[in-house]
Structure formats: structure tokens, C-alpha cells
């Protein structure tokens, strides 16, 4: 079993900024990717960055030069930063990560979600 905790959350005027972080726990050789997604009432869930294991992170384009994501491989934890934030940024907040048990096996998890509300 693995479980993800999303953390940093909250209310933030726009402009403001915020980070999340997401600690993963429990059975894990190593993590490849760790991701952070978004779902608002009505709407699929979209994908806001993935942060690669060999340094690469990919950026939806409504957060790019706003996001970034980064992570700690020591503590299998991972984050982002979220600047110069707007309304429709208001989301529950998603983080993901794909988990190695051993060489070969794997595992996409998900964390509970974390509100992230953004006011005018």
C-alpha cells in the first residue's frame, strides 16, 4: 500500500500565491513520475504538471510561467508552486504518483485532494 497526503491548500486573493506539497508513504522502490492535476465541479480531471524522474516537467498551458513543480526524491515528496494566481485556477487539487514496488512492478496512486480557492 502507498498513500499520498497533499498538503497547502487553502483561500488566496488573485495574484497571490501558494504551494502545495504531496508525501508519499508506504511501499515504494522508487517513484518515476509525480503529478499534479485539477478537477472543478462538472469537469474532467486535467492535468496541471507532471515532474519526470530525469529532471523534465511538463506544464498545462494555462499554468505555465505560473507553476512550477518540483520534488524531493529523498523524501518521495513533491511540490508546486503557484504564483500570480487567478479565479479559474479554483480547483480541487489532485497529486498522483506512479510507484515502483520493485524493478518491474507498479502503480499509479492517487492523493484525497486538496481545495484551492482563488477570489477576485
Known amino acids: 500500500q502507498v498513500q499520498l497526503v497533499e498538503s497547502g491548500g487553502g483561500s488566496v486573493q488573485a495574484g497571490g500565491s501558494l504551494r502545495l506539497s504531496c508525501a508519499a508513504s508506504?511501499?515504494?522502490?522508487?517513484?518515476?513520475?509525480m503529478g499534479w492535476y485539477r478537477q472543478t465541479p462538472g469537469k474532467q480531471r486535467e492535468l496541471v504538471a507532471i515532474?519526470?524522474?530525469?529532471?523534465?516537467?511538463v506544464y498545462a498551458e494555462s499554468v505555465k510561467g505560473r507553476f512550477t513543480g518540483s520534488r524531493d526524491n529523498a523524501k518521495n515528496t513533491w511540490y508546486l508552486h503557484m504564483n500570480s494566481l487567478k479565479p479559474e485556477d479554483t480547483a480541487v487539487y489532485y497529486c498522483?504518483?506512479?510507484?515502483?514496488?520493485?524493478?518491474?512492478?507498479?502503480?499509479?496512486?492517487w492523493g484525497q485532494g486538496i481545495q484551492v480557492t482563488v477570489s477576485s
Open positions: 498522483n504518483a506512479d510507484v515502483y514496488y520493485n524493478s518491474l512492478s507498479r502503480r499509479l496512486w
Open positions: 515532474i519526470r524522474s530525469i529532471g523534465i516537467t
Open positions: 508506504g511501499s515504494i522502490f522508487r517513484i518515476d513520475s
